[in-house]
Nanobody
C-alpha cells in the first residue's frame, strides 16, 4: 500500500502564496503520475495539476500561471506552489499518485484545507 500525507494548508489573503507538500511512503515504487485535486464547498473534486514520470504536466486553466507542481527524483515528495491566490481557490486539496503496477487505482492523502480570504 501507499500512504500520502499533505501539509502546508492554511488561511491566506487574496494575492498571497502557499506551498503544499505531500509526503509519499509505503510501496511507492513505479509511480507514474502524481498530482493534486481540490474540492470546493458544494462542488465536485477537480484535477488541479499533475506530473507524470516522463515529465508531462497538466494544469487546469483556472490555475495556469499561478500554480506550479514539482516533485523529487525519488517520488517521495510532491509540492504545489500556489501564488496569486484567489478566493475561488478555497477548498480541500488532495494529493494523489498512480503506480504502473496498479495504474487504475489512485492513492489519496487525507487532504489539507486552503482558505483564501478576500
Amino acid at each position: 500500500q501507499v500512504q500520502l500525507a499533505e501539509s502546508g494548508g492554511g488561511l491566506v489573503q487574496a494575492g498571497g502564496s502557499l506551498r503544499l507538500s505531500c509526503e509519499v511512503s509505503g510501496s511507492s515504487f513505479s509511480i507514474i503520475n502524481m498530482g493534486w485535486h481540490r474540492q470546493a464547498p458544494g462542488k465536485q473534486r477537480e484535477l488541479v495539476t499533475s506530473l507524470s514520470d516522463t515529465g508531462t504536466s497538466y494544469c487546469a486553466d483556472s490555475v495556469k500561471g499561478r500554480f506550479t507542481i514539482s516533485r523529487d527524483n525519488a517520488g517521495k515528495m510532491v509540492w504545489l506552489q500556489m501564488n496569486s491566490l484567489k478566493p475561488e481557490d478555497t477548498g480541500v486539496y488532495y494529493c494523489y499518485v498512480r503506480r504502473s503496477v496498479d495504474f487504475t487505482k489512485a492513492y489519496w492523502g487525507q487532504g489539507t484545507q486552503v482558505t483564501v480570504s478576500s
